[in-house]
């Protein structure tokens, strides 16, 4: 077998996702913000100035396929490595050829890393430099928060893109493309699909295109044809071939038990929480959505009422991760019950909604002089006046606001659980 034989036998064999993934931006679904008409970053993929980025999202949503697209439209040399099997030796590699390329030919190069989290500070540092002097062009694909889980000096770098989860309309467009298309999708099957089946498979895939595609192929694929030679995907063939049963509930239920489950929790009531809780498991709803509002309910409606609400709930969901269902519920219960119970404050998104009113009205702001970082400044800008709040027992008054804002306060605590310890250590402060 020659060469062109096994490419087009490993593009016909390809898994349905891979054979339609998008190759233009004309056929990219989802992620307006990022990609839409007249974006930044539309504008600079058509104008071939993009500079390092990094994606940054669920499985799923197009950051490789980006990527791709832009490998396929810009004139600059194209490199891709996956962070889990390269390393140092690859990336200099990379760049040594760059460095010719861009010398003899003036061409650019774009170097994509897959899964570039897992890449440690040396393996990081190995192209930096590349970076800052222009021999290559970074975009890094992940699934891990950048700012956490990559190294600072790479991330101060690039501009991050963060990409969200596929609406359901995404999804059901896509499925509905690979359905037609005759080159790279089922279009050649005799495939009739019912719509219930075809809306199961995008809202059970969670957003994720790569999940729902494949369970339509699994589906055209086992089903058998009936005498006439139709294959027929109903509801049940979608169930078993994306494995998670349909809701018992239509979609406006399924909203509204959401929205009891969260207005429970807020109101204190964890018998109620717990009940719309399991209901929503039970009708198939992923289990994971009730952890995140666990973690979401305990900062924004426990607060510092009880700061301890965040660490129980990011305990309890963490051992769900790792126990998985059933028995993993039993900590997602606790959580429920916790946050449920414990005293409530919302002062905590109080406090982040009026900073970041100030923040967006103040055009141009000057830090204090005492507090300017020294470690930089040149002899004729010293800085000086810092009052260190241990050499006065821990507590000093001091302007910490720019003059802007000065008498600006934002966090009101209220005089619930340990709020009303915050709200005395406050008082006390005043009056000293």
Known sequence: MDLFDLQNN???????AERMRPS????????GKIVGEGSLLRRAISAD????????????TGKTTLANIIAETTNAHFVKLNAVTSGVADAKKVIEEAKELLRVHG???????????RWNKAQSDSVLAAI???????????????????????VSRCRIFSFSRLTEADILNGLKRAIADKERGLGNFNLQIDEDALSHIAWASGGDMRTALNALELAALTTHADSNGV???GKEEAEQSIQQKSLSVTEDMYYDMISAFIKSMRGSDSSAALYWAERLIEAGCDPMLIARRIMIH???????????????????VSAFERIGLPEGRIPLAEGIIYVSEAPKSNKVVEALELADKAVKSIKRESVPLYLRDPSYKGKDEVVSGY???HSYGGWVEQQYLPDELKDEKFYFPTENGFEKVIKERQSERRKK
């Open 10 to 16: 490993v593009e016909r064999l390809a898994p349905l």
């Open 24 to 31: 233009t931006l004309t056929e990219f679904l989802g992620q």
């Open 49 to 60: 100035r993009l500079g390092s980025c990094i994606f940054y999202g669920p499985p799923g």
């Open 107 to 117: 061409r650019k190069t774009y170097l994509l890393l897959d899964e570039c989290h």
């Open 132 to 154: 800052e002097q222009g021999y290559i062009i970074f975009i890094g694909s992940t699934t891990e928060n950048p700012y956490v889980s990559m190294t600072r000096a790479i």
């Open 231 to 233: 294959i027929h995907v």
């Open 298 to 316: 305990a900062c924004e409606d426990v607060g510092l009422a009880d700061p301890n609400a965040i660490v129980v709930a990011q305990s309890c």
């Open 387 to 389: 009052k260190y709040p």
